[in-house]
């Protein structure tokens, strides 16, 4: 020790120590430092030594580095950073320390690392070190020796390629020589796309190859993969591209794949194409081979497995899950591959979101995570169990296997002894014994999903069953789809929060949501042939949108996607369930035109049977809620009623109405236009309020204003204040402070208008504890009548409390459900037409089924409030409603029960035939009514007749007739009554033919009670 203070001490000295270091404290360790000329000779002598080193050094390592490095670097370095790499390699200690280097250039937009190349570890812990880094291209290598790697990654902005630059010429002129053949203004426009630091740091062989395999890669959802087997010597290439993968946030994954089958990896190239645009693809490319030194070959069993996992990644998380399936850095739990974890995740969200019901805080994803850590051994016979029942390759075989790995898990569970652990295994294990088909083998998967048994669910916290429903899972993204018919319909929502806290609060009530809609949903759909369903996409924070809903989208179609001629799944798919399902998705928050028909042209590309059909509200050949306002249409005349049911004539006298949803959005946007079309300044809008801000004036909003922000599609924090009356309390907020969002929040309630229209808003905003803010201090409410434009924005009780406070309501599954009418009779049409003859006749289609909405929208209305009236106002317009849901979702379902015994000629009757072409749109009926019979899906025809039927007698004859029969009776009884309503047409024509007297009265009462009292008749005398 004391001869290295001795070597070193002059450094310490106070003098020299400030002089070369800036700092004045140093502290003097040896007062008796070398000065003057004895110090000098020390200096020279030091620099003589080292100078000795450094040539030795030079004269040792450069001949070693300019022979061992790759052609590649040689190709794709220039000059300046040769040098620089050399000096680092020289004086970095990298081989007698084993030190890793890291340099930057002068701009900080490239780094480059230099490191022992024979340490394994190196490769992941350079890797890992710039995952939070925006990596545009680069490339890691190692010496032909293994002796040094070096690693480049470029963070450079976009730049578009230099074509002055004499090099970059040369090399794009190679490169379309390269690609000849191909589509040339393509490939020109590839070109001018890609980064000018990428094209100075590539061949153009490698230029030409990136275009081909980006042009795979940009219209697919799954990564393509292709190998070069004897690429040199041992060594093979495998090339991957993936759309939308960051290389940052990827290539440690990547490395850590190779590793675990057991490949040396000697070379990776990585570069974003149309990295500044909104889909880029990031191509990777290895040079590797494996350590026993056997041959790559697209048929080695490492290699395949290697190359399935590779594409896996593509729609796997990387989270505290992800190191559970590498050689190093993960949990000692056995060996579970990339797709096994996979599914182990997804037992584990599974568990999370069932498990909360009892406690959201003992079921964290961590505790789930650390019991299956601490328990691999019932993990691992969970695994054998879901492939015993799953794997193609042994299903059949091993039935018994299943049965008795589901004795030993359940004897595994027995021994644990904390509850919590027995509870995580238990729910795991439900969820396994109740899948009924999954992807998870499927080749080409962009997510998992999985078909469930709705016994699964526990009845206690979920009293209404559904049919069915679907669980997926994949990069970014959690969902369910879930349908309370076989055939059904119901929107996709996608929630998108914004923070950590945001999705937690919405993963843990993601279920409940999902099976709240669509129970909703069911309630509304009574009109249509359809059941309801509803779908909810819950993003990760800054997951991309379309990446995510896209993979969900189509890990479903795996699962619904039959052959056209044997009419069965994939092989790769076992299915317990062993029914055909169609499954029919319509627009909801955040499903924007884009991924509607981005949805029809997955369908259509993967082969499903009614492409057009399995997306409604498409902009082009569809109908666009947002566009016609549909909706709208149906809240406005469920609203028009109310008022007349208040006493006033909207048409005749001035009323006030507030507003949740804005002005940019689809009904409250729509639901503004209506009001002002059909009443004008007798309407008056008090209150608006949505995500962005608020604004409100007694006097009313002035309504050129108003519709100057729905043309723009604009919040209502963009109202000009400058439009506000007088009024004092008169105000336009933004959210952008406590104080205005809590105003904003409350001004729902708390503004004073005749009718209240929530078009917009998160569910339940409306409960137990906010429904008061609805009382007004001196007594009375703020508000005479509700109309639910949104979905679920009052809970159950609120609605109660509100109504037995005087507030006469029309529920959601009754005022809102004229969207999901439209999106019916969409779809019905797409099943019968092509894109041409739909665009065709689209116009007048559009208006018949208006029309129709507006009608069935009455109907309901009218029959509502005439029960209420009848029954003494003792049962309140909830109750109601729910009631009428109910007694015609029943009859709907005892007719399809009992057409489902007919064959296809029995369905075909005069009487059905009527049923089925008085429901369709009269322009479909006149011009292909050859089709109807012919191309519409059985299943779908039985539908049609049965929920036609059901919601025709039910709103002519009221609620209570068919309520009260039995399910036998009422068969009967509704099959006779559509037979009578025939008879009734036919003496209506024969009466309108005839002058004699009290023709008018008597065709007055025909009209009115001519069938119930002729089915009445006849029953009763047999």
């Not at 070193?8 to 004045?24: H, K, M, P, Q």
């Not at 309630?523 to 809903?549: F, R, V």
């Not at 609605?799 to 959601?812: I, P």
Request: charged share 25%; with cysteine; glycine share 6%.
């Amino acid at each position: 020790m004391d001869q290295e203070q001795n070597i070193d001490e002059w450094l310490l000295d106070d003098g020299i120590g400030t002089n070369l270091f800036g700092a004045d404290t140093l502290v003097q360790l040896n007062s008796k430092g070398k000065k003057g000329r004895e110090l000098e000779e020390y200096i020279e002598d030091i620099k003589e030594s080292a100078r000795v080193a450094i040539d030795q050094s030079i004269a040792i390592l450069t001949p070693w580095f300019f022979s061992n490095m790759p052609q590649f670097y040689y190709q794709t370095t220039p000059r300046a950073e040769k040098v620089r790499d050399l000096h680092a390699v020289i004086t970095g200690h990298i081989f007698e320390s084993k030190q890793k280097l890291q340099l930057w250039n002068r701009h900080r937009t490239k780094t480059t690392f230099l490191a022992p190349g024979n340490d394994e570890q190196v490769f992941f812990d350079i890797a890992e070190s710039v995952r939070h880094h925006k990596v545009t291209n680069g490339a890691m290598y190692t010496s032909n020796d293994r002796l040094l790697l070096i690693s480049t990654f470029f963070t450079n902005d976009f730049s578009p390629v230099d074509r002055d630059n004499e090099k970059n010429k040369a090399k794009v002129i190679r490169a379309k020589d390269l690609l000849k053949g191909e589509d040339m203004p393509a490939v020109e426009d590839f070109i001018d796309n890609l980064d000018d630091q990428m094209v100075v740091h590539t061949t153009p062989e490698r230029m030409a190859r990136l275009y081909r395999l980006f042009h795979l890669a940009k219209d697919r959802e799954d990564a393509v993969t292709h190998l070069v087997p004897d690429y040199f010597n041992e060594y093979a290439r495998l090339d991957i591209a993936y759309k939308k993968m960051p290389i940052a946030k990827t290539l440690a994954s990547l490395l850590y794949l190779f590793d675990r089958y057991e490949f040396q990896v000697n070379r990776c190239m990585f570069a974003e194409v149309n990295q500044h645009t909104g889909s880029p693809v990031t191509v990777f490319t290895f040079i590797f081979r494996h350590v026993d030194g056997q041959r790559v070959s697209s048929k080695m069993v490492p290699f395949l497995k290697l190359n399935k996992a590779c594409k896996s990644l593509r729609w796997v998380d990387t989270d505290h899950f992800d190191s559970m399936w590498r050689r190093h850095g993960g949990p000692d739990i056995g060996d579970f591959s990339l797709n096994e974890i996979n599914l182990i995740r997804s037992i584990s969200v599974w568990s999370q979101i069932f498990l909360s019901k009892l406690n959201p805080y003992y079921y964290s994803e961590e505790r789930v995570r650390k019991t299956f850590t601490r328990n691999p051994v019932i993990l691992r016979k969970l695994v054998d169990l879901f492939k015993a029942r799953f794997d193609p390759r042994q299903a059949d075989s091993d039935k018994d296997l299943a049965t008795q790995l589901v004795g030993e898990i359940l004897e595994c569970i027995g021994d644990i002894s904390v509850r919590i652990e027995k509870d995580i295994f238990t729910e795991s294990l439900n969820f396994i014994k109740h899948i009924l088909k999954t992807n998870y083998f499927f080749p080409r998967k962009t997510g998992l999903s999985f078909r469930m048994d709705p016994n699964c669910i526990n009845p206690e916290f979920y009293p209404n069953k559904p049919f069915g429903f679907f669980f997926m899972l994949g990069r970014g993204y959690r969902g369910f789809q879930v349908r309370f018919r076989d055939t059904a319909r119901g929107g996709m929502r996608i929630l998108m929060p914004r923070d950590a806290s945001q999705y937690e609060a919405s993963f843990a009530g993601l279920f409940d949501e999902v099976i709240g809609l669509s129970y909703a949903q069911q309630l509304k759909n009574k009109d249509i042939p359809e059941g309801g369903a509803k779908a909810i996409l819950l993003l990760s924070p800054h997951a991309d949108k379309e990446t995510a809903a896209l993979g969900a989208v189509d890990s479903i179609l795996n699962l619904i996607t039959t052959d056209p001629e044997t009419g069965k799944l994939d092989s790769s798919i076992i299915d317990y369930f062993g029914q055909e399902e169609n499954i029919y998705l319509g627009p909801d928050e955040n499903c924007t035109n884009d991924l509607i028909e981005a949805f029809v042209r997955q369908a259509n590309r993967r082969g499903y049977k009614y492409p057009n059909a399995f997306m409604s509200s498409k902009p082009g050949a569809g109908i666009n809620h947002k566009e016609y306002g549909v909706t709208s249409e149906g809240v406005n005349v469920f609203l028009d009623n109310l008022l007349l049911e208040l006493g006033i004539d909207p048409r005749k006298q001035s009323f006030t109405v507030k507003m949740t949803g804005g002005p940019d959005g689809d009904v409250a946007g729509n639901e503004l236009k209506i009001l002002n079309r059909e009443y004008g300044d007798n309407a008056k809008v008090v209150a608006v309020a949505d995500g962005f801000g608020a604004a409100y004036d007694p006097e009313g909003l002035n309504w050129p204003e108003l519709l100057r922000l729905v043309r723009e599609s604009k919040s209502i924090m963009e109202f000009n204040a400058e439009h506000l009356s007088s009024h004092e309390k008169a105000f336009v907020i933004p959210a952008d402070t406590i104080e205005n969002t809590r105003t904003r929040n409350n001004l729902y309630a708390l503004a004073e208008a005749d009718v209240f229209i929530p078009a917009g808003g998160r569910p339940y905003t409306v409960n137990s504890d906010t429904w008061q803010l609805f009382k007004k201090a001196g007594g009375g409410l703020t508000a005479k009548a509700v109309v639910e434009g949104a979905n679920i924005f009052f809970t159950e009780s609120a609605r109660d409390r509100l109504q037995e406070e005087g507030m006469l309501m029309f529920k959601d599954s009754s005022a809102n459900k004229c969207g999901v009418i439209c999106s019916s009779f969409e779809i019905l049409a797409s099943l019968i037409l092509s894109t041409e003859e739909f665009m065709d006749i689209k116009d007048v289609y559009v208006k018949q089924v208006l029309d129709k909405l507006r009608q069935k929208a009455d109907n309901e209305a009218k029959v509502l409030l005439a029960e209420w009236r009848e029954t003494g106002k003792s049962k309140n317009l909830v109750s109601l409603s729910l009631i009428l849901s109910n007694v015609i979702n029943r009859v709907t379902d005892l007719v399809a029960a009992d057409l489902a015994k007919l064959s296809d000629e029995e369905l075909r009757s005069p009487l059905n035939q009527h049923i089925v072409y008085s429901y369709i749109p009269d322009v479909l009926v006149e011009r292909f009514k050859d089709r109807i019979f012919r191309d519409i899906p059985r299943s779908y025809l039985d539908a049609i007749i049965s929920a036609d039927t059901a919601a025709r007698i039910v709103y002519a004859e009221g609620i209570s007739w068919l309520q009260k029969l039995t399910d036998e009776d009422l068969v009967k009884t509704v099959r006779l009554y559509m037979v009578k309503e025939q008879q009734v047409e036919e003496m209506l024509t024969h009466l309108g033919q005839t002058d004699g007297p009290f023709a008018k009265e008597m065709a007055m009462i025909l009209r009115k009670s001519g069938a119930r009292a002729l089915t009445q008749m006849e029953r009763a005398l047999t």
